[in-house]
């Protein structure tokens, strides 16, 4: 499993469509679509994620989550909530991950494992 993290806008989507060279109609938005596409871009939408059932079906998927962590912490209690909870999730991706990007002005930067051994 792959995982690209970087704020909204930063590139993250296209990067890893031209890196691998797939089309935008193999990207999954849900959970139920991920077991069986190659991308699953909007990960910070589902911050209680069964990590485990998705890798176990899709071992070798790239997952895409926007950086919720960064900038003014929300007034309200459900906000940061959900900021935590999907802080916690890319903290345990990141863990099981063999490779971690991190996307800025549409520049990747490797935290974790080889850029070098994209598909």
Same mark, same amino acid.
């Given at each position: 499993?792959?995982?690209?993290?970087?704020?909204?806008?930063?590139?993250?989507?296209?990067?890893?469509?031209?890196?691998?060279?797939?089309?935008?109609?193999?990207?999954?938005?849900?959970?139920?679509?991920?077991?069986?596409?190659?991308?699953?871009?909007?990960?910070?939408?589902?911050?209680?994620?069964?990590?485990?059932?998705?890798?176990?079906?899709?071992?070798?998927?790239?997952?895409?989550?926007?950086?919720?962590?960064?900038?003014?912490?929300?007034?309200?209690?459900?906000?940061? %909530?959900?900021? !935590?909870? #999907?802080? *916690?999730?890319? =903290?345990? $991706?990141? %863990?099981?991950? !063999?490779? #971690?990007? *991190?996307?800025? =002005?549409? $520049?990747?930067?490797?935290?974790?494992?080889?850029?070098?051994?994209?598909?």
């Amino acid at each position: 499993m792959i995982l690209i993290i970087g704020g909204a806008a930063q590139g993250k989507l296209d990067y890893v469509l031209r890196k691998t060279g797939y089309s935008p109609d193999q990207v999954a938005h849900t959970p139920e679509d991920a077991e069986h596409l190659p991308i699953f871009d909007g990960v910070e939408g589902w911050p209680e994620l069964d990590e485990e059932a998705l890798l176990a079906a899709n071992p070798d998927i790239i997952l895409i989550c926007d950086e919720v962590g960064c900038g003014v912490v929300p007034m309200d209690p459900a906000q940061r %909530a959900w900021r !935590e909870a #999907v802080g *916690r999730l890319c =903290c345990r $991706l990141a %863990a099981r991950a !063999e490779r #971690v990007e *991190r996307m800025f =002005c549409g $520049l990747s930067m490797t935290l974790k494992g080889d850029s070098s051994t994209w598909n």
